[in-house]
C-alpha cells in the first residue's frame, strides 16, 4: 500500500504545525483515502472545511474504523502564508505548498472541475470510491455508511417515482431499459436549453421502438419550482420531497454542476457522463445510446469537455463534412487502443482525443491556447493546468502520434505556458 501512496502523493506531507509526515507511516490499517481539494480564498471552501473538521473529529474518536480514514488537503492556493493559515484549521495532513506538479496531476486523475470537493480513493488502488465527499459529510454525519462505495443503480434508486401526470410508477419498471438520469433545474438556464433538446430525443427514441426511460434528479429550490419543470417534461422524476434519494443519487455520480446527464445500460452500467454532449450532437439520435467514441470532432458543444483534463487535439487543414475522417482515422487505433488499457485496469481514461478543423471554434482555441497557425499540428492541451504540449512536424504518422501520447503519459514532455 505505501509503494502506492507514494507514488500518488509524493514521499513527505505536511501539517498544521510544519512538521513532515512521511506518507508511508499514513498506517498500514489504511484504505480509504480522502482528497479534499479547495483553496484558502475560496468562503465554501472555509466553510465545508469547519463541517469536515468536525466530521473528521468525530469519526476518529468514535468509529470503529478511525484507523482506516486519512485525509489529506490539496490546494491550490496561490500565496504561500494563505496556505499555511488556513492549513493551522486542518487536522489532517497536506501536499508540500511547492509541489504543484504532484497537485495537479491529482485535479486531473479525479476530474476536479470545482471547488470543494472531496474525493474518497481506495488507498490500496486509488480507484474512485466515492466523487461526491461533500454530500458524505452532510448525508451521515456520525460515518455510519463508511467506506461510501458505489451501490447498484437499481439499490439507490429504488421506490416510488412521479409522473407528471400525478400517477406514480415503481423503480422497478425501469428493468431492461436504457436509462437516462438526469440532474437538472428549472432556475438553471442551460438546464431549461437542454430540457428542450432532451424532449424531442427522448421522442425519437421511445418512438423507434427502443426500450428507453429519464429519471429526472431535481436541484430546484421549492416544491413548486420542482413542479412547474416536471410539468414540462415527458418522464419520471424521483419526487422532489425524497431529498434522501436525490442525495444519493448525486453522490453515486459525483454530480459537481448541472445540467449532467448519465446514461445507463439496461443492467444499469454507466455508458457515459456526456449525455448532455450527446444528445446536442446528436439530435436525430443516430448513436443512441452514446457509447464513448474513441476520437471525437471538435465542436461548439464538445468543447466543454476540454476543461475536464488533458486532451489530444490534433489539428488538420479541413473546412468541409467528412474532411476529418483521414485524420481521425490517423488517430482512432492509438485512442482505441489506451481505451481498452484503461477499461481493463477499470480507471478512466487519462485524456481525450479530438481532431479540429478549420472554424471560427478552431480559431478561437487557437488564439486562446497561442498556438501556431500550422497544420497539421499535434497538441496536447491541459486547460485546468493552463499548459499545452505542441508538435510541430511536416507529417504526423501513427508511430508519432503514439510516441508523443507514450512521452506526456511518462512525463518526459516540458510543458508551455497558456
Known sequence: MSEFLVNLLGERLVNSEKAEVDVQALGSKLSLLGLFFGCSLNAPCKQFNGSLCEFYTRFKKTSEHKDKLEIVFVSSDQDQKHWQDFLQEMPWPALPFKDRHKKMKLWNKYKVTSIPSLVFVDALTGKVVCRNGL???????????????????????????LRNDRQTADSSSLEGHYVGVYFSAHWCPPCRGLTRVLVESYRIIK??????????????????????YFSEMPWLAVPYSDEARRSRLNRLYGIQGIPTLILLDTEGHMITRQGRVEV???????????????????????????????CLVLFVDAEEDGELEPAKELIQPIAEKLMAKYKAKEEEMPFLFFVAGEDDMTDSLRDYTNLPEAAPLLTILDMSARAKYVLDVEEITPAIVEQFVNDFLAEKLKPEPI
Open 135 to 161: 454530500l458524505v459529510v452532510r448525508d451521515d454525519p456520525k460515518g455510519l455508511e463508511f467506506p461510501w462505495g458505489p451501490k447498484p443503480f437499481a439499490e439507490v434508486v429504488a421506490g416510488p417515482l
Open 280 to 310: 446536442l450532437n446528436d439530435p436525430e439520435c443516430r448513436l443512441f445510446p452514446w457509447h464513448p467514441r474513441p476520437v471525437l470532432e471538435l465542436s461548439e458543444s464538445n468543447a466543454v469537455q476540454l476543461h475536464e483534463g488533458p
Open 207 to 228: 418512438e423507434s421502438g427502443k426500450k428507453f426511460e429519464i429519471v429526472f434528479v431535481s436541484a430546484d429550490r421549492s416544491e413548486e419550482s420542482f413542479q412547474q
